[in-house]
């Protein structure tokens, strides 16, 4: 009995040390996953833009460790939420949780502004540039408000952007303002006599005008009271305007001389009242090299935008009974700075031409009451309507526009006699004529998109607003009266509005009702 007994302890013995060891591996095991669960980092947060690492998903990451899943068409530019799954230490595959957020506010630049106090305060997109934001911009305003200056000075204004996420950056805009109540002033202005041709008239010679701030202050002369079919003395006003809004004007006379050799030779056609005659023994090419000499700029579109600038603030709109040719008419824009819409669009021609800038004309279609001729400019790869004339319900003048930018009752026209034109042209003439006067600039090819990969794990994204880089708006301009002028039944159809001129522009010109 005791024999039974001895054998049956040391039985129970080996057992016992059977279940020691097994419960020291239980607890080994449990340590090790306890650490391992320890070391993993179940949820990520990234900044947008960042890279994704393994490393940021462990406290000492394992030299196992890797994704079991295909990150590389993660967009990280967007937040976004993604479920991804770890391998690491041999043995263990977790799920693991990647947050892209965006707390970066957008980056810019501060585009200075130089204005008057008699000016607009430009809006706050005018006022900064270059800007940047993975998510987009929602917003541009001024952060204490629109200022208001009352006096001239430096100011510094600050001008908040904000992103699609609420992230915003403070930029401070540097302000030159003006205070400038001085106009310009007019010497030279002399009485006048013509007889002969009246194309040798040139109203400008030896005047000249002068400003305190203004480097080119805006010269003009208003004739609307003469008859130049008719001898007498008529009386014609000059008026200069500064960009702060300041008028100045100087009168003189003119004495019209018509001899029977110019009645002879004016008068094409009495019935119809149309007059024709050439531009007189002035050079007008050499006229509009002189003016060209001070519109050059950095770029063709800069350079173009300054031709259409001085057509439209030098020249006022008068209606001109007679046929022109085209040298005619530059040469009427450029001596007495009034004329119809083929003088404004004549001056803005010959001035391209000088610039070497491709160039053609439209012409209303179809014609009901009146033509009206405007230019068509290759600029930046494309074809764009641009158009000098000055209209009583368009103050500003129209640059770069497309067909739908300019499609009002002033400028309908037959799209299948032109080339096609920037934005989208509905129709257009195939082939694309050459440009002239010299060739244009072939865009380059647009890159062939690369072949997606396989596809990355859904997130759950919010909505992304594209990045817009707003245009810097030029100060509006003030009005100005001229008395008398010309006026012609103004237009039915209001006009779009895609570029203002830079300088003051007279708000009483006639609606171009022309030839």
């Not at 400038?180 to 002399?190: N, R």
């Not at 090299?289 to 600038?309: H, K, P, Q, Y």
């Not at 103050?395 to 096609?420: R, S, W």
């Not at 062939?448 to 992304?464: F, L, Y």
Request: aromatic letters at 12%; a negative charge; charged letters at 20%.
């Amino acid at each position: 009995m005791l024999r039974i007994l001895i054998v049956m302890l040391k039985k129970l013995g080996k057992v016992g040390g059977f279940i020691y060891i097994a419960a020291i591996i239980t607890a080994t095991v449990l340590f090790t996953i306890r650490d391992a669960d320890r070391n993993l980092r179940k949820e990520v947060v990234i900044e947008a833009g960042s890279s994704i690492k393994i490393e940021d998903f462990f406290n000492d990451c394992p030299n196992d460790a890797k994704f079991t899943c295909d990150i590389s068409q993660i967009d990280t530019k967007t937040p976004a939420v993604y479920k991804l799954t770890v391998f690491y230490d041999d043995a263990f595959e977790k799920e693991v949780i990647l947050k892209i957020e965006d707390h970066t506010g957008p980056k810019g630049i501060a585009l200075p502004k130089l204005l008057y106090t008699t000016w607009k305060v430009p809006d706050a997109e005018s006022c900064v540039g270059y800007l940047y934001d993975l998510s987009g911009i929602a917003k541009i305003e001024y952060q204490n408000g629109t200022p208001s200056f009352t006096e001239g000075g430096e100011y510094k204004v600050p001008v908040v952007v904000t992103d699609t996420y609420g992230n915003d950056t403070v930029i401070d805009v540097p302000f030159t303002v003006i205070d400038d109540h001085t106009a310009p002033v007019i010497k030279g202005v002399h009485d006048l006599e013509v007889s002969g041709d009246l194309h040798d008239l040139d109203y400008f010679t030896g005047v000249s005008v002068k400003d305190d701030y203004d480097d080119e202050p805006v010269l003009k002369v208003n004739d609307s009271l003469v008859n130049y079919k008719a001898p007498g003395t008529y009386e014609v006003i000059y008026m200069a305007v500064d960009k702060a809004g300041n008028l100045s004007s100087v009168k003189a006379k003119i004495t019209i001389v018509m001899g029977e050799e110019f009645v002879e030779t004016e008068l094409v056609d009495a019935d119809a009242e149309y007059y024709y005659y050439t531009y007189g023994s002035g050079d007008v090419y050499s006229i509009a090299a002189n003016i060209m000499s001070g519109l050059w700029r950095g770029s063709d579109v800069e350079t173009a935008r300054a031709i259409f600038n001085w057509v439209h603030s030098h020249i006022y709109y008068q209606t001109v009974l007679y046929h022109q040719s085209y040298e005619a008419a530059a040469y009427r824009g450029f001596t007495r700075r009034n004329g119809d819409c083929y003088v404004f669009y004549s001056c803005a021609k010959m001035l391209l031409d000088c610039a070497g800038i491709p160039n053609m004309m439209v012409q209303r279609s179809p014609v009901i009451n009146n033509g009206h001729y405007w230019n068509l400019v290759y600029l930046d790869g494309g074809w764009y309507h641009c158009d000098a004339t000055v209209f009583r319900d368009h103050p500003g003048m129209y640059f770069m526009c497309t067909d739908a930018e300019i499609d009002d009752y002033h400028h309908q026209f037959n799209g299948y006699l032109y080339p096609e034109r920037a934005g989208g042209s509905s129709a257009f003439a195939s082939p694309t004529p050459t440009p002239s006067p010299s060739p244009s600039p072939s865009p380059s090819p647009s890159p062939s998109p690369s072949p997606s990969p396989s596809p990355a794990p859904s997130p759950s994204t919010e909505p992304v607003i594209t990045e817009t880089v707003p245009t810097e708006i030029p100060s509006p301009s003030p009005e100005i009266t001229a008395e008398p002028t010309q006026e012609t039944e103004p237009s039915d159809t209001p006009s779009p509005t895609p570029e203002t001129t830079e300088e003051p522009t007279q708000a009483t010109e006639s609606t171009k009702e022309d030839v």
